[in-house]
Nanobody, 120 residues
Framework: VQLQASGGGLVQAGGSLRLSCTAS????????MDWYRQAPGKQRELVAG???????NYLDSVKGRFTIFRDNTKNTVYLQMNSLKPEDTAVYYC???????????????WGQGTQVTVSS
């Protein structure tokens, strides 16, 4: 399974960006899809996650500003980021839990990361 993330860039504070991450390859089904981020000198943290059924969870600092959603027909997860702040600056990574064959063997896959820079 390969993950291709895109949508990062440079934006002013208060602006918006939409990240997308598409999974390809031998996929039986995708369960959890997540967005993580890692700022320089900091640990990678979970920003948002979404189950196959659409249940979501968010990092407290992004609640009300970021929205995660997915298109199961396209094996794609999105992260809509509004009201961006300089502290949102980081490399954003997508991660998925997927089956490449009928259960029970599930694996984790990471995308290559996309840079988001928010200027003040």
């Amino acid at each position: 399974v390969q993950l291709q993330a895109s949508g990062g860039g440079l934006v002013q504070a208060g602006g918006s960006l939409r990240l997308s991450c598409t999974a390809s390859g031998t996929i039986f089904s995708i369960n959890q899809m997540d967005w993580y981020r890692q700022a320089p000198g900091k640990q990678r943290e979970l920003v948002a996650g979404i189950t196959r059924g659409g249940s979501t969870n968010y990092l407290d600092s992004v609640k009300g500003r970021f929205t995660i959603f997915r298109d199961n027909t396209k094996n794609t997860v999105y992260l809509q980021m509004n009201s961006l702040k300089p502290e949102d600056t980081a490399v954003y990574y997508c991660r998925v839990r997927a089956f490449t064959a009928p259960p029970p063997d599930e694996s984790l896959y990471w995308g290559q990361g996309t840079q988001v820079t928010v200027s003040s």
